[in-house]
């Protein structure tokens, strides 16, 4: 089972920064939390990861609370091409270990 | 650089009948793993390659269905016989081996629709 906890929705104005929370409040040291997105039919696309500093990329950026026991998804300029459902997963720091996908938050960016 | 791609993007076959689908990770990616959304479901772990060897097999259904990946390029997933459940949304994923302690990112493909009628 998924060991994090997510909002089913949220809205989001064009143009807006888009904030997703997630609650990972049982995890482990050695685990990572990763964000990936689910745009309609098509694969998961792989967002961006984090252990216990923050860290951002050209699509996103994730912060992870001081406890790592909370994060936050931060798309700083929604479009509409950000609509879609998104994944906040805790993972162990090994490689070849699988997602365990949960519901995920589905956001819908409007203008 | 292409990405992973899965053929066929589509299949309507018959309760009873068999169908293979077909991964080509992306170049150079040792790890491929499979996955599967069925109706109404999350998505869910199938398997996992190291080149040509299966890791972890703890997420198939049952024994009809078969994963291969012979020479550890491109992977197919046989189902036989097939059953109306089967039905779903079939993603396979590639990422890099990577030193055990560093995670890797697993890139998608866009999966096959299967449909068992």
């Known amino acids: 089972d998924a060991k994090t906890t997510q909002p089913t929705s949220m809205d989001c104005a064009e143009g807006r920064a888009a904030n997703l929370p997630c609650n990972h409040s049982?995890?482990?040291?050695?685990?990572?939390v990763y964000w990936y997105r689910q745009i309609h039919s098509q694969g998961p696309q792989y967002i961006i990861h984090g252990l216990k500093n923050n860290e951002t990329n050209e699509m996103a950026s994730l912060i992870i609370t001081e406890d790592r026991k909370s994060s936050t998804l931060i798309l700083p300029h929604a479009t509409l091409r950000d609509t879609a459902v998104y994944y906040c997963?805790?993972?162990?720091?090994?490689?070849?270990?699988?997602?365990?996908f949960g519901k995920g938050t589905t956001l819908s960016v409007s203008s | 650089e292409a990405g992973v791609t899965q053929f066929p993007s589509h299949s309507v076959i018959e309760k009873g009948q068999t169908v293979t689908l077909r991964c080509d990770p992306i170049?150079?990616?040792?790890?491929l793993y499979w996955y599967r959304r069925v109706m109404g479901k999350e998505i869910k772990f199938l398997l996992h390659f190291v080149k040509e060897s299966k890791q972890d097999e703890s997420g198939m259904p049952n024994n009809r269905f078969l994963a291969e990946r012979t020479g550890g390029t491109y992977s197919t997933l046989k189902v036989q016989p097939a059953e109306l459940e089967d039905s779903g949304v079939y993603f396979c994923?590639?990422?890099?081996?990577?030193?055990?302690?560093?995670?890797?990112?697993?890139?998608f493909g866009p999966g096959t629709r299967l449909t068992v009628t």
């Open positions: 997963i805790v993972r162990v720091a090994s490689a070849g270990t699988a997602l365990i």
């Open positions: 170049s150079g990616h040792d790890n």
């Open positions: 049982t995890i482990s040291g050695n685990e990572y």
């Open positions: 994923a590639s990422s890099q081996d990577r030193n055990w302690q560093t995670p890797d990112e697993q890139y």
